[in-house]
């Protein structure tokens, strides 16, 4: 299998071409924003803190914010921040990740914001131009990334939807592709099962660890996991367990060998199924797939989740009639017939293939069309 991607200096490829500008803190939000606004095809991320973080905090946000930058899809990045110290060292990280051109402005050094935005403004609009004149090539599935994601979980999302979600996934794999499996609160019940097709002991050992961990925090905080989790949209749709809210997630991943378990925004090392530990919000959890490099990701939804990622193209799968009917606009493909047991999820499987292909090749999905997307950075501690 093959698609048409934009080559990368690290050896990746972007199926998008975007110029991004980062803010590296909070404070210069607003000047990423008007930057945007003044150049065409520029898209802003903004975060919600970067400063007073310490410890494994400061290096989770670091780390996340280094693997969106240097995410495939993004052709260049301006970093936007109000000081140079932070804005070298991350605008650092990114290139030495993947080789690409990256920018930094500065309010301190450019002497108020008015003049920080037309400093990144020029910037930006150069950036842009280069990435217009860059051609898409000819590439392997080897080069392909993909995530599986589900929201708003239903009785039909581990009946209908995921299971189709899974045959893709095999699919990317067998084909020399990488998938990525993330939502850890969501193996909880299910653990035995993925844990029993880790390629060796050490991830069989890691597997058994992240889900743990989830029962840990939770008791360390004086609550049960049980009382988050199904949450209220999934107990209206009919889950009325985490067992079997997990048993149907998980199907989303496929059957394959599980490689690796990755942290949160941690790359894969090769090929194949891999495990990513984050949160089970949607944002969070693309936010760091796109931070380890996925270039796109199928996301199931049984009652309905209109989010996206920016960075990494989201297409939206359910297999629920409702919310096909109630939310056509923000659905890209509806496998409702897999429900209905008229085709079986390989005969599903076969239209979401080929729309994973044209995705590829360019296609906009709903939520980018719509500009259903956010970003949200994973944090572990309270800020000082």
């Known amino acids: 299998m093959n698609f048409m991607g934009y080559k990368r200096p690290d050896g990746r490829v972007g199926i998008r071409n975007h110029v991004a500008v980062i803010a590296a803190m909070d404070n210069v939000n607003n000047i990423v924003r008007n930057i945007a606004t003044q150049v065409k095809d520029v898209m802003p991320l903004t975060i919600w803190y970067g400063r007073g973080q310490y410890g494994a905090d400061e290096e989770l946000t670091f780390r ?33 990740l993947s080789g690409k051109r990256v920018e930094i402005v500065t309010v301190q050094e450019c002497g108020n914001s008015i003049n920080a935005t037309a400093a990144g403004v020029e910037i930006a609009l150069d950036m842009v131009t280069q990435a217009s004149e860059q051609q898409r090539e000819l590439v392997g599935f080897d080069k392909l990334v993909l995530a599986v994601e589900c929201g ?121 199924l891999y495990l990513m530990d984050t949160p089970a919000p949607a944002l969070e959890s693309m936010t760091g797939l796109a931070a380890g490099g996925v270039q796109v990701i199928l996301f199931s939804t049984g009652k309905g989740n209109i989010v996206g990622c920016p960075i990494c193209p989201t297409a939206k799968i359910t297999a629920n009639p409702v919310t096909a009917k109630r939310m056509a606009p923000n659905i890209d493909l509806d496998v409702c017939d897999v429900f209905y047991g008229n085709i079986s999820a390989e005969e599903g499987a076969d239209p979401l293939r080929d729309l994973v292909v044209r995705i590829c090749n360019g296609r906009k999905t709903r939520a980018e069309i719509l500009g259903n997307e956010d970003i949200a950075l994973n944090r572990i501690q309270p800020t000082v």
Do not use: C
Request: hydrophobic fraction near 40%; glycine fraction near 12%.
């Open 152 to 272: 708003g979980s239903d009785t039909t999302s581990g009946i209908g939807s995921n299971p189709v979600l899974g045959k893709v996934a095999d699919w990317v794999i067998d084909n020399g592709g990488t998938v990525v499996l993330s939502e850890t609160s969501e193996f909880l019940g299910a653990e035995h099962i993925l844990s029993g097709r880790a390629v060796d002991e050490e991830v069989r050992q890691k597997i058994m660890s992240i889900v743990n961990n989830v029962e840990a925090q939770a008791t360390a905080r004086g609550v049960s996991i049980l009382g988050a989790n199904p949450v209220p949209d999934n107990i209206a749709g009919g889950l009325t367990t985490i067992e079997e809210k997990s048993l149907g997630a998980i199907i989303k991943g496929g059957s394959k060998p599980i490689q690796g378990v990755l942290e949160y925004a941690e790359p894969p090392r090769g090929t194949g």
């Open 64 to 96: 996340t914010l280094a693997g969106m930058g240097a995410n495939p899809n993004l052709h260049s990045v301006l970093i936007i921040s109000l000081e140079p110290v932070s804005a070298k060292k991350l605008a650092k990280a990114i290139r030495e």
